[in-house]
C-alpha cells in the first residue's frame, strides 16, 4: 500500500546525519520564479532544515533561529498602477508544457505541480513534502529548474515547462536518463523526476566541476533510498561525454 508522504513525512536525510539536535543547516534549493516574472539564483535562496524535526521552532536555542538582516523591501513596482485582479475563483490559464500548449481552469492560488499531476496527469513530478524541502517536484521553466509545489501555475503563463516526460525524443531517452539507468541511480524511483531535472539544469548551469560540486548544487534534492553516490556518478558520466564525445 502506498504510504501518505504526509502522514509520514520524509526521514531525516543523509545530509544532516551526524549533527546535533536542533543545529541548523542551510541547504541550497532550485530556482524559483518570483512574482515579478524573474528567477532567484538558488545562491540568494536557502531553506533551513532542521536536524530535530520535532522540536517546535520556539523552542530553539537562540543560536540555532536564522537572523535576519535585511528590510521588507517592495517586490512590485508602485508606478505601474494596480495589477489587474484575477480570481479568486477559477480564471483561463494558457500554459506551455513539453511544448504543447493547455488550457485550464484554476483558481490563482493553485500550485503548478497541482496542475501538472492533477489537470494535465502529467504525474512524473512527484509531491513529496509539498513545501519546498525534498525537490522531487523538479521541473524547468524556461529551461532553469524550479520547485513547482512552490511555483503558482498561473505564473508559468508565457513560458516554457519541461517536466521529466518531455525530455525523451520519441523512444530515444535523454542521455541523462540514459546514465541514470547504466549508473543504477534510483531504487524506488519516486525522487528520480526531480533528481534528473535538476541534473540536467545543473549542467547547464555550469556547476559540475567535480563531485564536491556536484553534490553541492544536487543538495535540493533527497533521496530517501540514499542513491547519492550513483546520482553523482551519472551526473560524472554525461557531463564527461558531453566534453569528450569521442
Ligand atoms: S514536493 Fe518537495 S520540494 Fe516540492
Ligand atoms: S527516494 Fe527512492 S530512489 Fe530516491
Given at each position: 500500500m502506498a504510504v501518505h508522504p504526509h502522514r509520514h513525512p520524509l526521514p531525516i536525510p543523509p545530509l544532516v546525519h551526524?549533527?546535533?539536535?536542533?543545529?541548523?543547516?542551510?541547504?541550497?534549493?532550485?530556482?524559483?520564479?518570483?512574482?515579478?516574472?524573474?528567477?532567484?539564483?538558488?545562491?540568494?535562496?536557502?531553506?533551513h532544515i532542521r536536524t530535530h524535526q520535532t522540536?517546535?521552532?520556539?523552542?530553539?536555542?537562540?543560536?540555532?533561529?536564522?537572523?535576519?538582516?535585511?528590510?521588507?523591501?517592495?517586490?512590485?513596482?508602485?508606478?505601474?498602477g494596480p495589477l489587474p485582479v484575477r480570481g479568486p475563483g477559477p480564471v483561463p490559464v494558457t500554459l506551455t508544457v513539453n511544448g504543447a500548449e493547455h488550457r485550464v481552469a484554476i483558481e490563482p492560488r493553485v500550485s503548478l505541480l497541482s496542475v501538472l499531476r492533477d489537470s494535465?496527469?502529467?504525474?512524473?513530478?512527484?509531491?513529496?513534502?509539498?513545501?519546498?524541502?525534498c525537490g522531487a517536484c523538479t521541473v524547468h521553466v524556461d529551461g532553469r529548474r524550479v520547485l513547482s509545489c512552490l511555483t503558482l501555475a498561473?505564473?508559468?503563463?508565457?513560458?516554457?515547462?519541461?517536466?521529466?516526460?518531455?525530455?525523451?525524443?520519441?523512444?530515444?531517452?535523454?542521455?541523462m536518463q540514459k546514465e541514470f539507468i547504466a549508473c543504477d541511480a534510483f531504487q524506488c524511483g519516486y525522487c528520480t523526476p526531480g533528481q534528473i531535472m535538476?541534473?540536467?539544469?545543473?549542467?547547464?548551469?555550469?556547476?559540475?566541476?567535480d563531485d564536491d560540486e556536484i553534490r553541492e548544487w544536487m543538495s535540493g534534492n533527497l533521496c530517501r533510498c540514499a542513491t547519492y553516490p550513483h546520482i553523482t556518478a551519472a551526473i560524472r558520466a554525461v557531463r564527461d561525454t558531453a566534453s569528450d564525445p569521442s
Open positions: 551526524g549533527l546535533p539536535p536542533g543545529q541548523l543547516v542551510r541547504r541550497r534549493a532550485p530556482d524559483q520564479p518570483n512574482d515579478s516574472g524573474t528567477s532567484v539564483h538558488s545562491h540568494t535562496r536557502q531553506i522540536q517546535t521552532y520556539g523552542s530553539q536555542p537562540e543560536e540555532a533561529r536564522p537572523v535576519t538582516t535585511q528590510k521588507p523591501t517592495a517586490t512590485r513596482p508602485t508606478d505601474t494535465l496527469l502529467l504525474t512524473g513530478a512527484k509531491r513529496g513534502c509539498d513545501q519546498g524541502t498561473i505564473g508559468c503563463e508565457g513560458r516554457r515547462v519541461t517536466t521529466v516526460e518531455g525530455l525523451a525524443d520519441g523512444d530515444e531517452l535523454h542521455p535538476s541534473a540536467i539544469a545543473l549542467l547547464d548551469e555550469g556547476h559540475a566541476s
